[in-house]
């Protein structure tokens, strides 16, 4: 009985977000603080809530496969809730018998829903239970994948940081030939000058020759006798 009322006042949540467009963790916060009625919110309503807006998209999608008659979309908010209720009940909560979950998902629609929707939910979720375990295996398979995806795309941010850490370690290294090759021509041209400046000191021939003693002067510069 507890869980029943459980599911009720999860209901209820679910319902008023729904006719809101507010989000349901959003809304179940301030049920929280604010249940909107004598008792809080029991730990099992709360379950409830989280684990249909956590599961949404896939809850929906699984729902949407199984319906005969209308969207999703179109559904009464109170039908479109109790099967999320379901429907999580179902796929992923192992601790409630499948044959409970749609039976308590009937006692709701017949309580609050017109006449026609027991009938229309019990059809939907008993799809829904015979092709639980196909709906298991795309969800592993999908999260595999996705697993997948996050290993590649952490190893391609591990490459990305290795190729950085060795551009800047290449990046930091003197580069020898380059430094040597600027020496060389350093040296070179510092050898350059200084033959320069050598050469501009160095006096001429004819200088010598107005420098030194007419007997030191070569005879090759001495004018022959006739």
């Given at each position: 009985m507890a869980r029943s009322?459980?599911?009720?006042?999860?209901?209820?949540?679910l319902y008023e977000a729904d006719e809101k467009s507010q989000d349901f963790l959003s809304l179940l916060e301030e049920r929280k603080v604010r249940p909107g009625a004598q008792t809080p919110l029991p730990a099992y309503a709360v379950t409830l809530v989280e684990g249909v807006a956590g599961h949404r998209r896939d809850i929906d999608e699984a729902l949407q496969t199984h319906s005969t008659r209308w969207p999703l979309s179109r559904m009464h908010a109170i039908d479109r809730n109790i099967l999320r209720i379901a429907a999580w009940e179902i796929l992923y909560n192992p601790d409630v018998p499948d044959?409970?979950?749609?039976?308590?998902?009937?006692?709701l629609a017949k309580t609050l829903s017109?006449?026609?929707?027991?009938?229309?939910?019990h059809g939907l979720l008993s799809a829904?239970?015979?092709?639980?375990?196909?709906?298991q295996a795309r969800r592993e398979q999908a999260d595999r994948i996705a697993a997948l995806?996050?290993?590649?795309?952490?190893a391609d941010a591990s490459d990305d940081e290795s190729d950085k850490a060795k551009a800047g370690i290449a990046a930091s290294e003197p580069v020898s030939s380059g430094d040597g090759h600027a020496d060389s021509e350093s040296e070179s041209a510092e050898g350059t000058h200084e033959d320069e400046d050598a050469d501009?000191?160095?006096?001429?021939l004819d200088q010598l020759k107005l420098t030194l003693p007419k007997e030191l002067t070569p005879d090759v510069?001495?004018?022959s006798g006739d």
């Open positions: 009322t459980a599911r009720k006042r999860a209901l209820n949540t044959k409970v979950a749609i039976d308590e998902a009937l006692s017109d006449a026609d929707a027991p009938s229309f939910i829904l239970e015979q092709e639980k375990d196909e709906h995806a996050d290993a590649e795309a952490d501009q000191s160095a006096p001429s510069d001495l004018p």
